[in-house]
């Protein structure tokens, strides 16, 4: 592990309890719509800080993840290969696994704004792909995504939104992100249904409610 992995680990994230989050809602694993559930009620209203390394390895906590999908002006998405073994990303278990989203966890430093759920999804996007704020046309929520089936998604919920661009004329300026690009949803099929990718279990389960949306709004 390098120092700047160490160092991620070390720093405090949000995390909320499990009875409290499910609390009013059934726990299952897979999607569920914003009308289903309102996790981001109970997050704001129930969550603590907790030092990640012991967030990653307690099961009784769930660290909530606001992420967004992002689409440019022809209604294609966002996708990007993660870095292998050597990445500076703090989570292992994701190496090598190609992702629709982008996002992070909360940290301590956002436990003083409104909304850090929301605000850290802003600064992720603009961190991570170099996208200002004019350049956002639309955020939706599209919803949320918890998966006990293994031990890194038993200690994660996905706060998920659908960012619309006004155009894709942006740098990208990390380094994992930069060997990304836009694709349509047909590819993003192709790639879910085939053996040459390994794309991420919740990138996955997304993916049909993303579409659903789109063809609703006949996008």
């Not at 969550?47 to 022809?74: C, H, L, S, T």
């Not at 909304?115 to 996007?125: A, C, F, H, K, Q």
């Not at 792909?129 to 939706?140: A, G």
């Amino acid at each position: 592990m390098n120092q700047i992995v160490k160092d991620k680990m070390e720093r405090e994230i949000m995390v909320v309890k499990n009875d409290k989050l499910f609390a009013n809602t059934e726990r299952k694993t897979g999607f569920y719509s914003e009308t289903e559930a309102d996790f981001e009620k109970q997050i704001l209203e129930n969550y603590e800080y907790m030092v990640r390394k012991n967030a990653e390895v307690n099961f009784d906590y769930k660290q909530p993840i606001p992420y967004a999908v992002v689409m440019d002006e022809n209604g294609y998405v966002f996708v990007y290969k993660r870095w292998g073994a050597n990445s500076n990303a703090g989570e292992s278990r994701l190496h090598s696994k190609i992702s629709i989203w982008v996002g992070g966890h909360i940290e301590k430093e956002e436990e003083n704004s409104e909304n850090p759920v929301y605000d850290t999804l802003i600064r992720e996007v603009e961190e991570e792909l170099n996208v200002k704020k004019d350049n956002i046309k639309e955020i939706e929520v599209l919803g949320y995504i918890n998966n006990d089936e293994d031990d890194v998604n038993k200690v994660h919920i996905w706060v998920a939104y659908l960012i619309h661009l006004n155009n894709s004329n942006f740098d990208l300026l990390d380094g994992e992100i930069e060997n990304g690009e836009f694709i349509s949803l047909k590819e993003l099929d192709e790639m879910i249904s085939s053996w040459n990718y390994d794309v991420e279990p919740w990138s996955q389960i997304l993916t049909e409610p993303l579409k659903s949306k789109l063809k609703f709004k006949n996008l």
